[in-house]
Nanobody, 117 residues
């Protein structure tokens, strides 16, 4: 296991922005894929965004055009920039790292995001 630590969550009004960070304890190169997931109240954890080593990204339809995933290999960190937040974006956001080469698979502890007026 390679620990992942998320931060940056909080309470924000609709239309506001937040940036989540996920720091990899060790080298981010241990993972080929880094992703963010969200678990809304009383719902299952759902995919939000993915970035692979080459920089290719993929997003859930519900966040396209509003969220941006990026990675800074020098800082061993993955970010999720969230703009124009909506109440339905509320939930616990989890960072996930996976390697299709080594089979490594790690989850962070989650960070709470609440969008409310």
């Amino acid at each position: 296991q390679v620990p992942l630590v998320e931060s940056g969550g909080g309470l924000v009004q609709p239309g506001g922005s937040l940036r989540l960070s996920c720091v990899v304890s060790g080298s981010i190169s241990a993972f080929t894929d880094m992703a963010w997931y969200r678990q809304a109240p009383e719902k299952e954890r759902a995919f939000i965004a993915l970035i692979v080593g080459g920089g290719t990204t993929n997003y859930a339809d519900s966040v396209k055009g509003r969220f941006t995933i990026s990675r800074d290999n020098a800082k061993n960190t993955v970010y999720l920039q969230m703009n124009n937040l909506k109440p339905e974006d509320t939930g616990v956001y989890y960072c996930h790292g996976a390697s299709y080469i080594s089979g490594l698979n790690s989850w962070g502890q989650g960070t709470q995001v609440t969008v409310s007026s």
